[in-house]
């Protein structure tokens, strides 16, 4: 983006594009992906399909607490580490490492951890009642994304 200023191509915006062309071919690509058979078997099947009705859940979780607005450093520091927790349980390596075998345990783990400290923080959100070495634990073990902001869950 910094050599876009010496630059003689200029940056645009999506709709600014449909906006000046209205003759634009539409396209529905196929579904496919770089996993075993060219599709999506490798993180949705038997050894691994019971992870999304828990990660759903969660994302309706988070999506209610990113609407609240934090009565206390504390409570935000909560709210960061859900999404913090979300966006670990989220992550498709569980569901890929769980389909190759080789690692399945740790992946199981790491999906269970994740998705048990998120379901902690949610129940002490809900309830007032933040318990702060669980979340400093939390916070220790999950560091990463240290600028997250909850509210980019808002719906």
Not at 11 to 33: C, F, K, Y
Not at 36 to 61: C, F
Request: hydrophobic content about 35%; aromatic content about 12%; overall charge negative.
């Amino acid at each position: 983006f910094r050599a876009m200023s010496t630059s003689d191509v200029p940056l645009t915006h999506g709709p600014d594009v449909l906006e000046r062309d209205s003759n634009l071919q539409i396209v529905d690509p196929s579904a496919s992906s770089w996993g075993d058979k060219g599709y999506y078997e490798v993180w949705l099947n038997g050894s691994n399909d019971w992870i999304y009705r828990h990660q759903r859940t969660a994302e309706e979780r988070m999506a209610e607490l990113a609407k609240r607005e934090p009565g206390s450093d504390l409570e935000r520091r909560a709210l960061n580490q859900a999404a913090r927790e979300i966006l670990l349980l989220q992550s498709s390596d569980w569901a890929f490492i769980m389909d190759t075998g080789a690692v399945a345990p740790y992946a199981h783990k790491r999906f269970k951890d994740h998705t048990v400290r998120f379901t902690r923080l949610w129940e002490m959100l809900g309830s007032g009642g933040i318990d702060e070495g669980f979340l400093k634990d939390c916070e220790w073990k999950d560091s990463i994304f240290q600028e997250i902001d909850y509210r980019v869950f808002r719906p």
